[in-house]
């Protein structure tokens, strides 16, 4: 199968894409350059970034279309039901799409996306990027949306089996439809120190947004504790938020402005510079589905402490992570676990370790699968669609229904006002590899 | 073929629950075996209540709907004249020093510096309103008497509706956890529609009266039960039913539609909601799994 199969023409999509920065964004950058390299056709749709609007292309002809949609909400585009079908259908039929692959239940671009592509009869496949509960108001919600959208899915991905488990739930999906295909980490970009660092004072590296859910609270308690048990102990805190001035009133309170080094908002570019200059990485969110950050410190050759919440104890194994409850009192201990644990760690050897346990390639290889067995589920018309529209709820299902419908007949006015035998199609320029190929053959000729 | 599937099947690595290490060999990234959503523990928080349980713990709200009762019932007598003023000062000085008496009761450290304490500030409260009498005498003078009135039951509805009726929005001294803002908006509400009421009284002496009145009951009665309830749950019981049969003979009296109000008021709050609120616990669904966000288990001291 692996190699074999058809070259599909895959068309992302999310509200989240460079210049934006986060797990999202570099998840669909990085899997959408091993997709090229396998020699499928990517294109990355997502709305406009400032004056960054229209089409350009970026690493390895990587084509990405800014539609000049404004964000009106934590870069989500102003949810419009419908007003986004005409330049959807467009770019689909410039660009001969074969599978539409949709990003984050949060994104509402990609929501209606999906929702067109299912009516224009295509394979639609969709990533969730993030854990949410049952019980809040916007949980409920965005819960009812997810329903709707995964409700005609083809397949799903979720990047751990704990996200696998919360999408079941929140969707009603059928778990066979459901791909674990975790996300991964660059370990190019993330190699240890040449030198190894000696433990006659011990580093930890927070690096994260200082925000409630990432528990920067948790780490306002934890830190004086260690810094009280530990006399060695340095902390370097890398990142901004709302939560960032109560950081530095623990600082002053416990006098520990000279152990306790706040950097500030960390360019992404620098975060292995940071990292590379710690011991330890702690991380004290209290709520992930996978957590990059983690393999990122591992990558560099930290041994990593982590609360165990949503999917970060299936990230790494038992000898790379120390995990505690998210409580104060457990989370020192860990510390004090992996202080002991750190005489036997080679940061040379954890990240080779790394390189074999993920990999962009494999990711990209396992997504290829999804993408054959979405292609092999049957082609559906709108009466075989509605009625799974219709078990969404009684109430919601006849509303699901109506709007598909009223999709439907939108779909078939866009095809009479411009026929889609009228759209231009994109010429293929074909990967770049082949093309100095195609140019060695043209010299060889000469 | 049946015993070699067999045979392969048994040498296949178990499936684990982890996501580093690649696509895990013999199994497709869709498998889901006997373990998923192990992990999920449904209606975890939920209480079995018993009917009588939730009777019991209803009279709380009926005891305060009846003190509020009594209050409005006080107020109608007041502006038809039926109390004077001085009828009204013996009555407040009266619920003083029963308070008084109740809170050195039930609770425990007494001292003289802060009974002393207490009295200073009663005083200078006491002060306060009367130096304020003729300003609120005089404050609604332009508006007309059913927009008065309309607002003053609004006021009313707002203060039942927000009202913390398992505590006190006064605490004892010493005592932690800051008021919820509800708590706050509703005991506003009550002291607003006590001057609007007061506003409407002949004289400067009859206005301080009842406003004396209206914020001994709207500021210390919920704080009064609140130690009495604590002190002995039977004697709470006991002085609940009395206030009932007092808040009802009195409206008898008074009117015959707002005891009608009240008593059908008593009745749903006592019988009806518990049974209601019985009856439908069966639709509780709650799922908790490793996927929620964690609660920490400190307070976050801003």
């Keep these: ?446 | 073929m049946k015993s070699s599937d067999g045979n392969q099947i048994k040498l296949q690595p178990m499936w684990r629950k982890v996501a580093y290490g690649g696509r895990q060999s013999g199994y497709d990234d869709n498998y889901t075996d006997e373990s998923f959503l192990e992990e999920m523990v449904m209606n975890a928080n939920v209480v079995k209540r018993d009917l009588l349980k939730v009777m019991i713990d209803s009279v709380s709200i009926s005891q305060y709907l009846c003190i509020v009762a009594l209050v409005v019932s006080t107020w109608t007598l007041t502006l038809n004249l039926d109390i004077d003023e001085s009828t009204l000062l013996k009555l407040d000085v009266g619920l003083l020093l029963v308070g008084f008496w109740v809170l050195l009761l039930t609770t425990c450290p007494f001292s003289l510096k802060l009974l002393t304490k207490y009295v200073l500030n009663i005083s200078f409260f006491i002060s306060g309103l009367y130096v304020l009498a003729p300003i609120y005498h005089t404050l609604t003078r332009s508006i007309s008497s059913d927009s008065i009135w309309a607002l003053a039951v609004s006021l009313l509805l707002v203060h039942l509706f927000l009202h913390d009726y398992s505590g006190s929005t006064i605490r004892p001294p010493g005592a932690l956890n800051n008021p919820k803002l509800t708590s706050n908006i509703s005991l506003n509400a009550s002291i607003v529609a006590s001057v609007l009421v007061a506003s409407r009284l002949p004289s400067r002496l009859h206005v301080f009266a009842i406003m004396l009145f209206s914020l001994q009951v709207f500021l210390f009665a919920p704080l009064i039960t609140f130690c009495v309830k604590k002190y002995h749950f039977r004697l709470h019981l006991l002085f609940s039913f009395t206030l009932m049969a007092v808040a009802l003979s009195v409206t008898y009296q008074l009117h015959r539609m707002f005891f009608t109000v009240l008593l059908a008021l008593l009745v749903f709050v006592s019988i009806v909601c518990p049974y209601w609120l019985i009856r439908i616990q069966e639709y509780k669904f709650e799922i908790n799994g490793p996927w929620d966000e964690a609660k920490l288990c400190f307070d976050i001291t801003e």
């Excluded at chain 1, 023409?9 to 894409?17: E, N, T």
């Excluded at chain 1, 295509?122 to 949410?132: A, G, I, M, P």
């Excluded at chain 1, 190929?437 to 000469?446: H, I």
């Design chain 1, 1 to 446: 199968m692996d190699g074999q199969g058809t070259k599909h023409r895959i068309l992302m999509v999310s509200d989240f894409f460079f210049p934006n920065f986060g797990g999202v964004e570099s998840h669909i950058y990085y899997l959408s350059q091993c997709l090229l390299k396998l020699g499928h056709k990517v294109v990355v749709m997502t709305h406009a970034y400032g004056n960054r609007s229209g089409v350009r292309y970026v690493t390895n002809g990587l084509k990405v279309y800014y539609v000049p949609w404004r964000p009106f909400l934590m870069q989500n585009t102003l949810p419009t039901l419908s007003l986004t079908f005409p330049i959807v259908r467009t770019i689909i039929i410039r660009e001969k799409i074969s599978v539409v692959h949709g990003h984050q239940a949060f994104s509402t671009l990609c929501h209606e996306a999906l929702m067109h592509a299912r009516t224009m009869g295509y394979k639609v496949v969709f990533t969730d990027h993030s854990l949410y509960g049952f019980a809040d108001a916007g949980s409920i919600h965005m819960n009812k949306v997810l329903q709707f959208t995964l409700a005609d899915i083809d397949q799903a991905i979720c990047v751990s089996h704990t996200s696998k488990e919360n999408t079941v739930l929140r969707s009603g999906i059928s778990p066979e439809k459901v791909f674990m295909v975790p996300n991964a980490v660059d370990t190019a970009m993330f190699t240890p120190s040449p030198k190894r660092l000696n433990c006659d004072e011990i580093v930890i590296v927070v690096v994260s947004r200082l925000v409630y859910r990432k528990g920067a609270d948790l780490l306002v308690e934890v830190i004086p504790e260690v810094c009280r048990l530990f006399p060695k102990v340095h902390f370097i805190v890398g990142g901004d938020g709302p939560k960032r001035v109560r950081l530095e009133e623990m600082r002053e309170k416990f006098s520990l402005q000279d152990r306790v080094e706040m950097l500030g908002a960390v360019p992404h570019a620098q975060v292995r510079s940071v990292l590379i200059s710690g011991h330890i990485f702690l991380n004290s969110s209290l709520t992930e589905a996978f957590c990059i950050a983690i393999l990122e410190a591992a990558s560099c050759g930290l041994l990593t402490v982590s609360t165990r919440v949503g999917g970060v104890p299936e990230v790494l194994p038992d000898d790379m992570i120390v995990l505690a409850e998210p409580a104060p009192g457990d989370m020192v201990r860990a510390v004090k676990k992996a202080i002991d644990m750190l005489p036997g760690i080679d940061p040379q050897i954890m990240h080779l370790r790394m390189k074999e346990l993920y990999s962009w390639d494999d990711v990209a290889k396992r997504t290829e699968i999804v993408y054959d067995r979405a292609m092999e589920s049957p082609t559906t018309n709108l009466l075989d669609r509605l009625p799974r529209y219709l078990t969404c709820g009684s109430w919601a299902g006849k509303l699901f229904c109506l709007v598909m419908i009223i999709n439907y007949l939108l779909w078939r006015l866009l095809e009479f006002l411009q026929p889609a035998v009228g759209i231009e199609e994109v010429p293929d320029i074909g990967p770049l590899h082949a093309h100095l190929g195609s140019r060695n053959d043209e010299a060889q000729e000469k």
